[in-house]
């Protein structure tokens, strides 16, 4: 269910998005580093359908940033040198806003229905 309080939303997102981070060094010594962004879609979907657009795109950056630093080369810096890392990190990027453009719009459709519901059964009670 979409969270209403500001607070709660950007504490939930930042919160979400440092586990996906801390996540994933473990992950990826497990897979090599071959994975870098798999965690990061279901999370910025969640934040995006939990939290609202704004505390998703944050964590966007925030996550991008991660990787910049510490999946490409050279590690411990947030600058790429490899084109394909540039490539890698672009195509997430998009990715990504597509996909946090879609969990928000459902975020939104569920807050609507959800109003809705609540008009309608006010209004049902005013009649019985």
């Given at each position: 269910m979409p969270l209403q309080s500001p607070v709660i939303r950007w504490s939930v997102a930042l919160a979400l998005i440092?586990?996906?981070?801390?996540?994933?060094?473990?992950?990826?010594?497990?897979?090599?580093?071959?994975?870098?962004?798999?965690?990061?879609?279901?999370t910025?979907?969640?934040?995006?359908?939990?939290?609202?657009?704004?505390?998703?795109?944050?964590?966007?950056?925030?996550?991008?940033?991660?990787?910049?630093?510490?999946?490409?080369?050279?590690?411990?810096?947030?600058?790429?040198?490899?084109?394909?890392?540039?490539w890698a990190l672009g195509i997430f990027v998009c990715a990504a806003g597509v996909a946090i453009a879609l969990a928000s719009i459902t975020r939104g459709l569920v807050l609507q229905a959800r109003t809705t519901r609540q008009r309608v059964d006010m209004a049902l009670r005013a009649v019985t």
């Open positions: 440092a586990a996906s981070v801390a996540l994933n060094f473990p992950l990826q010594t497990l897979v090599a580093g071959r994975t870098p962004f798999v965690v990061a879609f279901p910025l979907m969640a934040i995006a359908f939990l939290c609202g657009a704004a505390p998703a795109v944050l964590s966007l950056a925030l996550v991008t940033l991660a990787f910049a630093t510490w999946w490409t080369e050279p590690i411990g810096t947030p600058l790429v040198d490899r084109a394909t890392d540039v």
